[in-house]
């Protein structure tokens, strides 16, 4: 019997050792997780602080900056694109420099039309009328009419030509204005024409039944331009050696008075 116990009490000693012998490790292993860690027991739900990483900016710029301030992408600092030219230069109100001017130059073109145009009157645009008149005696009125649609210039004095004329009559020196006739559309101008002398003193009479009036250019005795051949009475008009012409005037009473 006393031999019995002995061995029991040995059994279950050597059982409790063997306990605290794996309890031991147990408790060795986890000491060493946690000063592997540094901060004790890992929590498994908490993968990151949110204090320490930087968020990713979202695809619609809306993203943490690293700094903490709210960042805008590619946008500027209002939030909104700054608006530029082909050349990346910057122009106000999203407008490029070769836009405006492009405008200002439609601007400057609207404001110059082609009546506006200063021409030449000839032929081509007016319209040539003569008339014999009582006063003064032996003289004809020309009348040139603008019905073009520019204004048109009256240079120097007319170029006439009676038939088949070789000569020109020569102008009156004393008739030329201080400034260039200028016709707007629907405006006239005019000269006067001595057809011969009053006293007979004048040589080399005819009747004439065909005019040519010819226009001159920006140089005396130069081409204006296409000629006007007026209609004459059906008598036709008497001139000699006097002939003579006015400069163009810019009214019927310069014209027949000069």
């Known amino acids: ?18 306990f605290a012998s794996a309890a031991a490790i147990a408790l060795a292993a986890l000491a060493l997780t946690a000063c592997q860690s540094g901060t004790g027991t890992k929590d498994e739900g908490a993968a990151t602080t949110s204090g320490t990483v930087a968020s990713t900016p979202s695809a619609s710029g809306t993203g943490k900056a690293q700094d903490g301030t709210s960042g805008k992408g590619t946008q500027g600092a209002a939030g909104q694109d700054s608006p530029q030219t082909a050349g990346g230069e910057k122009t106000a109100g999203g407008k490029t420099a070769d836009r405006k001017a492009a405008s200002g130059d439609a601007k400057k073109t609207s404001g110059t039309s082609n009546s506006d145009s200063r021409v030449l009157c000839n032929g081509s645009n007016t319209r040539v009328t003569v008339q014999p008149v009582t006063r003064p005696l032996n003289h004809m009125l020309i009348t040139v009419r603008n019905i073009g649609s ?3 210039d009256l240079t120097y004095y007319p170029i006439l030509r009676f038939d ?12 030329q204005p201080q400034a260039v006739v200028t016709l707007q559309p629907g405006e006239s101008g005019y000269a006067g024409a001595l057809l011969s002398a009053a006293d007979g003193s004048g040589d080399g009479g005819d009747t004439g039944h065909r005019l040519v009036v010819a226009f001159q250019g920006l140089t005396p005795n130069s081409d204006g331009g296409a000629s006007a051949v007026p209609s004459l009475p059906a008598k036709g008009v008497y001139y000699d050696s006097s002939l003579r012409v006015t400069y163009w005037q810019q009214t019927m009473a310069d014209a027949l008075n000069s």
């Open 1 to 18: 019997m006393p031999a019995f116990r002995t061995t029991h009490s040995t059994g279950s000693a050597r059982t409790s050792r063997t």
């Open 164 to 175: 088949e004329m070789q000569w020109a009559p020569t102008a009156w020196k004393d008739s």
């Open 150 to 152: 520019k204004t048109c």
